[in-house]
Nanobody, 121 residues
């Protein structure tokens, strides 16, 4: 499975950005896609996850109510809409896919390249 993440950029605090993660290859071997982020000098942290069916969605507390995950199964694409962005959301964002969802990065077998999100104050 190959994952291609895109959509990062620079935005002012309070603004919005949308990230996309396109999966290709043996996608039927995965059931969940997650986003993680890593800020400079910090550990990679879980942001949100969704099952491919879209029936189960999970968010970490700091983004609940501001970020929205969705899927387009036909396009093998997961979207992360980020609204009301804060400077503390600045990080490299990674999408990952695995057989089941979880907050641990170890649950995910496949990773895309990161995409930088920078939120200025």
């Amino acid at each position: 499975v190959q994952l291609q993440a895109s959509g990062g950029g620079l935005v002012h605090a309070g603004g919005s950005l949308g990230l996309s993660c396109v999966a290709s290859g043996r996608t039927f071997s995965t059931r969940a896609v997650a986003w993680f982020r890593q800020a400079p000098g910090k550990e990679r942290e879980f942001v949100a996850a969704i099952t491919w069916s879209g029936s189960n969605v999970f968010y970490t507390g700091s983004v609940q109510g501001r970020f929205t995950l969705s899927t387009d199964h036909a396009k093998n694409t997961v979207y992360l809409q980020m609204d009301s962005l804060k400077p503390e959301d600045t990080a490299v964002y990674y999408c990952a896919a695995g057989p089941s969802w979880g907050m641990s990065s170890r649950r995910y077998d496949y990773w895309g390249q990161g995409t930088q999100v920078t939120v200025s104050s």
